[in-house]
């Protein structure tokens, strides 16, 4: 079945140190991976998406992703935490199905908490 | 360039009842989807729509439906609410359809929190 995981509920990281969110996934055919933050009471907000090309892609707000095929992971990924990002992190993929039957298929999640 | 606007954003319901959900997607954007989340089944997508046509739908009973206007507008509606219908109701657009795009970004609205007592 084409899915996609977010092995960790919850992510802890002091201010400051680099943070990492993880996704890997599994579809046929060559993934489409977009990574989402929603912040409390809010709507999901796009941070960034890897179609093709380079493995590394950069997004908002300093964020970026780190493509690894054999590894079919997609790791979020940001040098430096501030406490403002702290927030709830979904990776997606798209699936295609064929014809109109295309999904985007969302991770369960990832609690990210930034200690000051 | 205004973001995508839902309305309302909360709404409390008796089952039984039912309820539509606007949204208005951002100027320029054509395809519109509906996604129900929920803490224990997390993101759920319901269905897309695009030239006012339901073009892909998600494990849904029959009492989940929506339409889209000429402006793009969309509207979904929940007969005969249950308690499990209690959720955060996304609506997102794109450019285009998933179907002649898959790559393209969907960006999503804030919400409606709808609570079924």
């Known amino acids: 079945a084409q899915s996609v995981a977010q092995p960790e509920d919850q992510v802890n990281v002091a201010e400051g140190n680099p943070l990492t969110v993880k996704c890997t996934y599994s579809?046929?055919?060559?993934?489409?991976l977009f990574w989402y933050v929603q912040y409390p009471n809010r709507g999901l907000q796009f941070l960034l998406k890897?179609?093709?090309?380079?493995?590394l892609v950069k997004g908002s707000y300093g964020f970026e992703a780190e493509f690894n095929k054999s590894q079919t992971s997609f790791h979020l990924k940001k040098p430096s935490a501030l406490v403002s990002d702290s927030a709830l992190y979904f990776c997606?993929?798209?699936?295609?199905?064929?014809?109109?039957?295309?999904?985007?298929?969302f991770g369960t999640g990832t609690l990210l908490a930034v200690q000051p | 360039k205004a973001g995508v606007t839902q309305t309302p954003r909360y709404l409390i319901k008796t089952r039984g009842q039912q309820v539509t959900l606007s949204c208005s997607p951002i100027?320029?954007?054509?395809?519109v989807s509906w996604y129900q989340q929920t803490p224990g089944q997390g993101l759920q997508f319901l269905f897309e729509?695009?030239?006012?046509?339901?073009?892909n739908k998600g494990n849904f009973p029959g009492r989940f439906s929506g339409r889209q206007f000429s402006n793009s507008r969309s509207e979904m509606n929940v007969s005969t609410l249950e308690l499990g219908d209690s959720a955060l109701y996304l609506c997102?657009?794109?450019?285009?359809?998933?179907?002649?795009?898959?790559?393209?970004?969907?960006?999503f609205g804030p919400g409606t929190r709808l609570t079924v007592l």
């Open positions: 997102a657009s794109s450019l285009e359809p998933s179907a002649l795009a898959p790559t393209d970004t969907q960006y």
């Open positions: 579809v046929s055919g060559n993934p489409y």
């Open positions: 890897y179609i093709t090309g380079d493995n």
């Open positions: 997606a993929v798209r699936v295609l199905l064929g014809g109109a039957t295309n999904k985007l298929i």
């Open positions: 100027s320029g954007h054509r395809s």
């Open positions: 729509y695009f030239s006012e046509t339901q073009r």
